[in-house]
């Protein structure tokens, strides 16, 4: 089966601009999440989707950020205005179901703000 | 509240040599999840073992050894005879049931040859 694809694999964008970064989870997979490696420091998570439904996003920093999920399926996490602070490396996983523990995590993106 | 320490943030060796990478977790509960992840330079997350909390059982696979130790709530990640193909991130995480995978800080392991 396909893994976790995220797309672009980089971006470089400059303050200010929008930036919109996609997830492709595994079909099927009904649970999708999104955590963030900002430079130096640990991965944190940011939100959590069961289907098309928010399920927790006590991880997102501010209202600069938006994540949708329309339909269940694939995701994008659309970061506007971009500051330089929100560079770093966003990570898409996902997994089967509710009480499952383990996770597939995609390549990531690179996003770099200048 | 759930918590993942690595100690140590940065780690080198020369090739050949053995490594241990440390990972401390707190938690309450009785039924989780512990997880060691690798970040290549390439920047992807490489799953790597997957330890429930009922399984005591120490792991190896190839080069790399998991240790567990519930009575000091560690599970440490040891690379015998390092290769600098080994030279990366390694993340030890935690997941609890109805939460999300909470990762330490990471540790750069840094193998030259």
């Known amino acids: 089966e396909a893994g976790v694809t995220q797309f672009p694999s980089h971006s470089v964008i400059e303050k200010g601009q929008t930036v919109t970064l996609r997830c492709d989870p595994i079909s099927g997979h009904d649970n999708l999440y999104w955590y963030r490696r900002v430079m130096g420091k640990e991965i944190k998570f940011l939100l959590h989707f069961v289907k098309e439904s928010k399920q927790d996003e006590s991880g997102m920093p501010n209202n600069r950020f938006l994540a949708e999920r329309t339909g269940g399926t694939y995701s994008t996490l659309k970061v506007q205005p971009a500051e330089l602070e929100d560079s770093g490396v966003y990570f898409c996983?996902?997994?089967?179901?509710?009480?499952?523990?383990?996770?597939?995590f995609g390549s990531g993106t690179r996003l770099t703000v200048v | 509240a759930q918590k993942v320490t690595q100690a140590q943030t940065e780690i080198s060796v020369v090739e050949k040599e053995d490594v241990t990478l440390d990972c401390v977790y707190e938690?309450?509960?009785?039924?989780?999840?512990l997880f060691w992840y690798k970040q290549p330079p390439s920047g992807e997350l490489v799953f790597l073992i997957r330890r429930n909390s009922f399984d005591e059982q120490n792991e190896i696979s190839g080069r790399y050894s998991w240790n567990f130790q519930k009575s000091t709530s560690s599970f440490n990640f040891t690379i015998t005879a390092s290769q600098v193909v080994d030279s990366a991130v390694y993340f030890c995480?935690?997941?609890?049931?109805?939460?999300?995978?909470?990762f330490g800080k990471g540790t750069t392991l840094s193998v030259s040859s």
């Open positions: 938690t309450r509960d009785t039924t989780y999840y």
């Open positions: 996983a996902s997994s089967p179901r509710q009480g499952y523990y383990g996770y597939t």
């Open positions: 995480a935690l997941r609890q049931a109805g939460t999300a995978l909470i």
